[in-house]
C-alpha cells in the first residue's frame, strides 16, 4: 500500500508532464500539414490518413490476439505441461503473409499514382530556390526578380520549384502547401507546389545544415493573379530616394561596406553573396525569418549578425551607433 501511494505521488505528475509535452505539439500552428492550403498538401494529406487508418486497423488487431493470448493461454497453478506447439503452422504464415502484401499494395497504389502526377509539368510557372547557409534565394527566370527568403506566387498555379544549394544540403519545406524536397550542391531537384487559396504560408530549412539551421524561415505569399503582376512590376522597378543627409550617410557607407555582398534593386550595388535587398521594406521579417522587420530590429541585425542567428555568415562588421542609424536610414528607403 506504501508504495502504491509513493510510486503514484511520482508516476502521476510525470504522466502530466509527458501527457503537456506531448499535447503542446497538437493544434494547428503555422505550419501544420493538417491544415493543407493545395492540391499536394491535400493529396498527401490523404495518403498519411489512409496509411494512418491501415496501422491503427493494424494495431488494434495484433493488440486483441496479443491480450486474448496472455490471458487465455496464461500459466495456472499445477499446470506444469508444455502448450501445444504450433511452430511451421503453413496455414498461419500464408495469412500472415498475403495480409501484409495486400496493405502494402493499398499504401503503393496512391504513392505511385501521386509521384506521377505531381511531376512538375512543362508549362509550370517556375521559380528558381537556392539554399544558403542560412537564408534562401528566390530568382524569377524570365522576369528578373530576385528576393530572399520570400517568395510572392500566384494562388491555384502550379509552381515548379527548381531547387539547388550553394553550399550544404538543405530541405524546402512549406508543410501547409506540400511535402519537403531537399536542395543538394551540384545537383537540381524539382518540387511542384499549388496553393489554392490567397494569404501567408510560412517555410523551414527541415535538414539540419548548421548552427543556423532554425532560423532557416521564409515565407510564401500567395496573391491573386492581379496582386502577383503588380508585386512584379514593383520588384522590377524599384525606386530608392535618397533625400536626408543620413540617408545619404548610410548609402555610402552602404557602398563601402555592404555592396561587395548585397544587391539593391533601383542602385547600382549588386553584390551576390548575401541576400538581395531589393524592396526590403516589402518584407515583413528579416534574417530569414528570424526578426520582424522594423527599425530597431534592422540596428539589432547591424550591431552583431551571428548574436542574432547562430553561424551566419555575415560578419560583426563592429559599426558605431552612428553608422548603424545611417544605414538603417537608409534600408528604410528600400520600399
Ligand atoms: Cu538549411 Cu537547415
Known amino acids: 500500500m506504501r508504495w ?87 496455414t498461419l504464415e500464408i495469412v500472415w503473409t498475403i495480409i501484409p502484401i495486400i496493405l502494402l499494395v493499398f499504401l503503393a ?53 527548381v531547387l539547388t544549394s550553394a553550399d550544404v544540403i538543405h530541405s524546402f519545406w512549406v508543410p501547409e502547401l506540400g511535402g519537403k524536397t531537399d536542395l ?38 500567395v496573391q491573386t493573379p492581379a496582386a502577383y503582376q503588380a508585386w512584379v512590376s514593383a520588384m522590377q522597378h524599384p525606386t530608392v530616394s535618397v533625400t536626408t543627409s543620413e540617408q545619404k550617410a548610410g548609402m555610402a557607407l552602404f557602398k563601402q561596406d555592404c555592396s561587395t555582398c548585397h544587391t539593391v534593386g533601383g542602385t547600382s550595388f549588386n553584390g551576390k553573396v548575401g541576400p538581395n535587398l531589393t524592396e526590403l521594406m516589402t518584407r515583413p521579417t528579416i534574417a530569414a525569418g528570424t526578426l520582424t522587420n522594423t527599425p530597431a530590429n534592422l540596428a539589432k541585425w547591424l550591431h552583431n549578425p551571428p548574436g542574432v542567428k547562430p553561424g551566419a555568415l555575415m560578419p560583426n562588421l563592429n559599426l558605431s551607433q552612428t553608422q548603424i542609424q545611417s544605414l538603417v536610414a537608409f534600408l528604410e528607403t528600400l520600399k
Not at 185 to 214: D, I, M, W
Request: charged letters at 10%; aromatic letters at 12%; proline letters at 6%.
Open 4 to 90: 502504491t501511494q509513493r510510486g503514484f505521488r511520482v508516476t502521476l505528475p510525470l504522466l502530466a508532464l509527458s501527457a503537456a509535452a506531448l499535447l503542446s505539439g497538437c493544434g494547428l500552428g503555422k505550419q501544420s500539414t493538417l491544415s493543407p492550403a493545395g492540391p499536394v498538401a491535400s493529396a498527401q494529406l490523404g495518403m498519411f490518413w489512409e496509411s494512418l487508418a491501415i496501422m491503427t486497423g493494424i494495431f488494434i488487431v495484433v493488440a486483441a490476439v496479443f491480450l486474448y493470448s496472455i490471458i487465455r493461454f496464461r500459466a495456472r497453478p499445477g499446470d506444469n505441461e508444455l502448450p501445444k506447439q504450433v511452430h511451421g503452422n503453413t
Open 184 to 221: 543538394i550542391p551540384g545537383r537540381v531537384n524539382h518540387l511542384l507546389l499549388e496553393a489554392s487559396k490567397t494569404g501567408t504560408f510560412y517555410g523551414q530549412c527541415a535538414q539540419l545544415c548548421g548552427p543556423g539551421h532554425a532560423y532557416m524561415k521564409f515565407e510564401v505569399v
Open 109 to 161: 497504389i496512391p504513392t505511385v499514382h501521386y509521384s506521377f502526377a505531381f511531376q512538375a509539368p512543362a508549362t509550370a510557372m517556375k521559380v528558381d530556390v537556392v539554399g544558403h547557409q542560412y537564408w534562401w534565394e528566390f530568382d524569377y527566370p524570365g522576369s528578373k526578380v530576385t528576393t530572399a527568403n520570400i517568395v510572392h506566387i500566384p494562388v491555384n498555379t502550379k509552381i515548379n520549384f
